[in-house]
Each structure stands twice: as C-alpha cells, then as structure tokens.
C-alpha cells in the first residue's frame, strides 16, 4: 500500500472557530447539500499558483464580470475519501482523479496544478476534517476539487487569473433503486473535436434540457449515442455504462467523446481479474438490441464516483422498452460493488495498489 505524507507547503491554515460537525444528522446526510467545515484555495496570478490556504468552508465574493460567469471556463473532479474503525484515511487512485484534472485543463486553456500541491493540499484538507469522513459501510467524503476563470474581463480569451479550490461533503449511500433509461438519438453530449473527454462545467450544462426531456417521458436517465450516426453507445448520463452477456463484459472505450472514468476503469480490471471475456469496443445500438430481443443481455450498469455501480432495469428504445432481470439475480455487478465498496475502505487485498491511505 502507497502511503501519502503530506509534505511541510506553504498552506496557510484558518481554522474555523466552532465546528458545525454537531449539527450535521450523519445518519440523514442529503447528498452534496452537507459541506464540511474547512475548504482549500488557491489563485493563479501572474503565471504561478499563490497563496494556498485553508480557511472555514464560506461564501466567494466575485466581481460580476468575472469570465468564468460569462463563457464557462470552469472544470471539476469528483473523489471520495472513506475512514475505518482504526481511523485510517482512504484515497481510492487519487493520481488518476489529478492527472484527469489536468487533462481537462488543458482542453479548457487552463493551468497545470502540480501534482504534489494537488496531493497536498487533498491531505491537509481531508486531515483537518478528519472527522466529517463517516466511518461507515455506506457512507463517505465527497470530494469537489475544481478550478474556474476570475479575469474580470467580457472578452472572449482564455483567462490570465484562476482559482482552484477544494471542498467537501459528507455523503449517505447513493443507490435510490435500479434506473430507467433512454437511448437518446436526437441531442449529444459529446462531439469529436469536443470536450467530453474533460470534466468541463459546460457539458453538463448542456445535458441538462435532453435529461429533462426524457424525465418527461418517465425516463431516470439516457444513454448517450455518437453524435455522427446515433448509432454507438457512449456513456449513460453522468457514468460510463457497462454491460454482461453470458461470460462477456462489455463496454465503450473511453475517447475523445467518452470520459475515462475510474470506476469503469477499475470495475473491468476486477472482471479480467474474475476470469470474464473483457471486451472494450464501440458497441452499436443494433448489437445491444440484439442482445435484449435474444435474452442475452444479462445486466447493464452506470459505473461512476458517486453511486460506485447504477443498475439499468429498463432501457428504452424509440418504439420499445426492454425490461433486465432483476438486480438481485445478477451475478457481476452487485459482486463488483460489494469489492469495490471494500477495497475503498481498506478491506480485502489491494493487488492493484489503488488505495492510498494516511
Ligand atoms: C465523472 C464522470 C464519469 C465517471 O468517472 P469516475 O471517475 O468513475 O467517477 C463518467 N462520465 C462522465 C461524463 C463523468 O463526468
């Protein structure tokens, strides 16, 4: 196991007067409304990162004319930290969440954040809130580092001056039932020469009005298709999607159109792992119809951060809905969710080094 140590930086620490931590219902925590008492800043003035700080979690003041407002230049990560009974600290392939962060700041025109200022300032800050870190089979720390455009400036270029900041929040399990989704042939996500590959606040934005639209239709979510022919399968929402037939798993790979997510990542390394017929390839809507009319699709998921494996129940084409077995059925994914829940806690064995721990 990687061990992380935080090294001596220039972090300024303000620590809040009086933890709020009494306050929170850790037994009732509502997703990402919950934020724990300290956050980390820091400004990129000048071509260098100044003044990292830690300082109670608080309200941002802006100019009105700040850029990020206006066009957008604004990209995320999203982590989870877990905490056992001894009290050890879990990062689960943390570097994986940095170096992506950094690809999509480039994408966007954006600074580089060192890795190790990125690694230290997650440590000092998840330190510091030790305690918000629920020690618990189901819940854990959310973590939302992220960067936005402060020129004050309505020019359209990129911004000379940004902010990267750090906060978190505590968070129950995820899993509201098994979803409904539609496969979405009309609007996109992603186009090539785009940015779906980055976590950039826009595509988010945009995928709003097309999620609506199905919600309308008694739709959870979309399966997102290609932006060329409609014709590929991308990603499911705001997760990579995975499927199994018979010994094969199956999923897209990741590109300039399909965002690389961990989880993915990690959920095909167990099924090599298990023995199965690991397949990463275009899958065509075709292939995928083929494989409910014949009965051979045995499950289908959402692989992501924050519910860790979504099972599909329906999907949804144009002139029909196909239904899956029930969850509790499926062999691969509740099997892949009950590993990786433990791995990222510190239980069962690391063969792969994921996990970092302090
Ligand atoms: C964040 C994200 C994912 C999942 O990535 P993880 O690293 O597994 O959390 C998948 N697709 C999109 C579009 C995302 O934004």
């Not at 911004?159 to 098994?178: D, K, L």
């Not at 399966?223 to 929402?237: L, N, R, V």
């Amino acid at each position: 196991m990687k061990k992380m140590i935080a090294e001596d930086t220039d972090i300024k620490v303000e620590k809040i007067a009086q933890s709020r931590i009494s306050q929170v219902d850790f037994d009732n925590i509502k997703f990402g409304k919950e934020f724990s008492d300290h956050m980390f800043v820091m400004d990129y003035i000048d071509g260098e990162w100044q003044d990292m700080r830690i300082m109670p979690f608080q309200n941002l003041t802006l100019n009105p004319a700040v850029s990020v407002i206006h066009y957008g230049q604004s990209i995320f990560e999203g982590m989870k930290a877990y905490r056992n009974e001894s009290d050890d600290v879990y990062l689960f392939r943390p570097e994986m969440n940095i170096k992506r962060f950094n690809v999509s700041a480039e994408r966007l025109c954006m600074p580089q954040v060192p890795e190790n200022v990125f690694e230290e300032a997650l440590v000092k800050l998840l330190d510091m809130d030790r305690e918000w870190i629920p020690q618990s089979d189901s819940a854990s720390l959310y973590i939302r580092p992220f960067m936005f455009a402060t020129d004050e400036y309505i020019g359209v270029r990129p911004s000379e001056s940004y902010r990267f900041m750090i906060f978190t929040c505590p968070v129950g399990s995820y899993y509201s039932g098994a979803v409904k989704v539609k496969v979405e042939r009309h609007y996109t996500r992603s186009t090539p020469g785009g940015t779906g590959f980055a976590k950039a606040a826009g595509n988010y934005a945009g995928a709003l009005y097309p999620a609506q639209q199905a919600k309308a239709k008694g739709y959870d979510q979309l399966i997102w298709t290609d932006a060329i022919e409609h014709k590929y399968i991308e990603e499911s929402g705001t997760m990579n999607i995975v499927f199994k037939s018979g010994n094969k798993i199956l999923s897209p790979k990741p590109s300039e159109t399909i965002l690389a997510g961990i989880t993915r990542d990690s959920v095909m390394q167990l099924a090599k792992d298990w023995g199965y017929d690991v397949e990463e390839r275009r899958i065509s809507l075709d292939e995928l119809r083929e494989m409910l009319e014949k009965g051979e699709l045995d499950e289908a998921f959402g692989a992501g951060t924050a519910a860790t494996i979504a099972p599909i129940k329906t999907i949804g084409f144009e002139d029909q809905d196909f239904d899956l077995s029930s969850y509790d059925k499926w062999e691969f994914a509740p099997r892949a969710f009950k590993e990786l829940e433990a791995l990222k806690r510190g239980n069962g064995e690391d063969v792969h080094q994921w996990n970092m721990k302090f």
